[in-house]
């Protein structure tokens, strides 16, 4: 299910990306473990009262060298493109202001929901400042502080009323789901085209040409899929067209749609960090992951090419250790045959379940083989393992202390899952749990 996504728009200066820390809380903070796995810091995901969505801090842009009121006028306009509610963030203390009127009045012909926000109302006496903001015609503003989080909840409830309502499941079960993400000009049209057999996706060599997410229907050995193409993800800063900058959120999108991502690189150029940022948003958001070496028809080769390039891969995306990597040209069509397995697979693991005595017989196996560590003379004690959801396969281990189990030791049980039931193609998730 593709989650509401609320933008914070206003001029600089108000707060925004104080906002949006407060409302991201500790995600935005994280620095995981796992090699090559980054943020984007001006989008992000949230929850409020069970209300999952994605949220965008338009104050995280960097528009460049436009002018003032151009810079506003592209970010609240990026915003008014991907938001399915806006909050309009005002500065009290300096009042409305006449860059306010400008944001207003570019919001005033966005037909979405706008929900106004008083920034730095650090205490009660100051919510008089407030009743000049009705002026903005955005209805109650809501006094807040970013600084000491006052009043982001009864703002949250405001936006939450305005989320869109939509069906749990886009397409039926038994159809497999699959986005491309990679740079631009990787070849993921090209790649689209080559499985529908039909020129429906505009292929160009010019990098961006795919603008929107694009859906497309086919059936493969009795198999439906559908196949979500998304515009290119371009490196922060050396895209000039707006709506480039921001492809990448419409990509996180079809991602949060899918069973199956295709991360796709280019055999020309090789792998850059670029790559690892992108394939870094599927793993995060937990889906299956089939890595394509696209245009390897391209690559002088011998017979240890292709060994070598599946040994850099393995370097470079060591949190992709369990995604499977195909090569293929999707211009002339070889190994194209090869893809279409590979992504049943993945789907498949990535919904799969075990059962919970032959799941405990693994662990306690691995335990016997490798016995849990100790910290301050206390000892890991694991009682029991059981698989608790799917889409991907996750485990929650009963143990005496959480805290005890750290990141080798699970990555341990990890890898003797793996072994036991294999799980090609898709990421696992452990979560300790104190045994009551």
């Known amino acids: 299910m593709v989650k509401p996504v609320?933008?914070?728009?206003?001029?600089?200066?108000?707060?925004?990306?104080?906002?949006?820390?407060?409302?991201?809380?500790?995600?935005?903070?994280?620095?995981?473990?796992?090699?090559?796995?980054?943020?984007?810091?001006?989008?992000?995901?949230?929850?409020?009262?069970?209300?999952?969505?994605?949220?965008?801090?338009?104050?995280g842009i960097d528009i460049g060298d436009e002018p003032f009121l151009e810079q506003i006028r592209q970010q609240a306009e990026i915003a008014i493109d991907e938001a399915d509610v806006i909050i309009f963030l005002t500065n009290g203390r300096e009042g409305v202001t006449s860059?306010?009127?400008?944001?207003?009045?570019?919001?005033?012909?966005?037909?979405?929901?706008?929900?106004?926000?008083?920034?730095?109302?650090?205490?009660?006496?100051?919510?008089?400042?407030?009743?000049?903001?009705?002026a903005l015609g955005f209805g109650e503003p809501f006094p807040i502080?970013?600084?000491?989080?006052?009043?982001?909840?009864?703002?949250?409830?405001?936006?939450?009323?305005?989320?869109?309502?939509?069906?749990?499941?886009?397409?039926?079960?038994?159809?497999?789901?699959?986005?491309?993400?990679?740079?631009?000009?990787?070849?993921?049209s090209s790649l689209v085209n080559a499985i529908l057999g039909e020129e429906r996706v505009i292929v160009s060599d010019i990098s961006g040409t795919t603008r929107d997410a694009i859906d497309s229907y086919v059936t493969y050995n009795s198999q439906k899929y559908v196949i979500i193409d998304t515009a290119g993800m371009r490196k922060k800063?050396?895209?000039?067209?707006?709506?480039?900058?921001?492809?990448?959120?419409r990509a996180l999108r079809a991602i949060e749609r899918s069973?199956?991502?295709?991360?796709?690189?280019?055999?020309?150029?090789?792998?850059?960090?670029?790559?690892?940022?992108?394939?870094?948003?599927?793993?995060?958001?937990?889906?299956?992951?089939v890595i394509v070496v696209n245009k390897w028809d391209a690559v002088e080769k011998d017979e240890?090419?292709?060994?070598?390039?599946?040994?850099?891969?393995?370097?470079?995306?060591?949190?992709?250790?369990?995604?499977?990597i195909v090569f293929l040209s999707a211009k002339t069509k070889k190994r194209i045959h090869t893809l279409m397995p590979m992504i049943d697979i993945a789907s498949e693991n990535h919904a799969r379940r075990v059962e919970t005595s032959v799941l405990n017989d693994v662990i306690m196996d691995a335990v016997a083989m490798n016995p849990t560590p100790t910290d301050k003379g206390k000892r890991l004690k694991i009682y029991y393992t059981t698989q608790v959801a799917v889409k991907p396969p996750t485990f929650v281990v009963f143990v005496n202390e959480p805290e005890l189990l750290?990141?080798?030791?699970?990555?341990?049980l990890e890898n003797r899952i793996r072994d036991a039931f294999g799980f090609e193609g898709t990421p696992i998730k452990i979560y300790p749990r104190e045994r009551k």
């Not at 860059?99 to 037909?111: F, R, S, T």
């Open 99 to 134: 860059a306010d009127e400008e944001v207003a009045k570019i919001l005033y012909k966005a037909k979405k929901p706008v929900v106004l926000a008083v920034n730095k109302i650090d205490n009660p006496e100051m919510r008089d400042q407030i009743y000049d903001f009705y």
């Open 406 to 412: 750290h990141f080798s030791y699970e990555r341990f």
């Open 145 to 188: 502080s970013g600084s000491h989080g006052l009043g982001l909840g009864d703002l949250l409830d405001e936006a939450a009323k305005h989320f869109p309502k939509r069906d749990t499941k886009d397409y039926e079960d038994d159809v497999i789901c699959f986005s491309l993400i990679g740079r631009p000009n990787v070849g993921k």
């Open 237 to 249: 800063g050396k895209v000039y067209e707006t709506t480039e900058k921001y492809s990448v959120l």
């Open 6 to 59: 609320i933008a914070i728009v206003g001029r600089p200066n108000v707060g925004k990306s104080t906002i949006f820390n407060r409302i991201v809380g500790e995600r935005i903070s994280i620095v995981e473990d796992i090699p090559g796995v980054t943020r984007d810091r001006i989008y992000s995901s949230a929850e409020w009262l069970n209300h999952d969505f994605n949220i965008i801090d338009t104050g």
């Open 304 to 324: 240890k090419t292709m060994k070598e390039f599946e040994r850099k891969i393995r370097e470079h995306f060591l949190f992709l250790d369990y995604a499977p």
């Open 259 to 289: 069973d199956v991502v295709l991360v796709v690189i280019n055999a020309e150029e090789g792998i850059i960090e670029q790559d690892k940022k992108i394939a870094g948003y599927a793993h995060e958001a937990g889906r299956a992951v």
